[in-house]
Nanobody, 122 residues
Framework: QVQLVESGGGLVQAGGSLRLSCAAS????????MGWFRQAPGKEREFVAA????????NYADSVKGRFTISGDNAKNTVYLQMSSLKPEDTAVYYC???????????????WGQGTQVTVSS
């Protein structure tokens, strides 16, 4: 059973930084991608960033490019989201997620953490 546990959220002023962590457990994640999503009040959940464990390839939403960095630590099975130059519109609950690569196919984002609140004050 895959478990994802986020931490690191909080309150920060605009222009500040935060680092989110997602500790993954339950299986070997070498053929997985890990991602961060967020959901602001009254809005749908949106993609933020993702990283593929095996290749370390990353991709980002346009809204966070140049400000957020996703990285992973294999030894700790932990994925990080370093957020800089934060804006009030980055305020949301941030979720960690995982998806599997198998038989040349990406599965859906099937595994989710409980979320961590990030609030950016103006």
């Amino acid at each position: 059973q895959v478990q994802l546990v986020e931490s690191g959220g909080g309150l920060v002023q605009a222009g500040g930084s935060l680092r989110l962590s997602c500790a993954a457990s339950g299986r070997t994640f070498s053929n997985y991608a890990m991602g961060w999503f967020r959901q602001a009040p009254g809005k749908e959940r949106e993609f933020v960033a993702a990283i593929r464990w095996s290749t370390r390839n990353t991709n980002y939403a346009d809204s966070v490019k140049g400000r957020f960095t996703i990285s992973g630590d294999n030894a700790k099975n932990t994925v990080y989201l370093q957020m800089s130059s934060l804006k009030p519109e980055d305020t949301a609950v941030y979720y960690c997620s995982a998806r599997k690569w198998y038989a040349s196919t990406w599965y859906e984002w099937d595994y989710w953490g409980q979320g961590t609140q990030v609030t950016v004050s103006s």
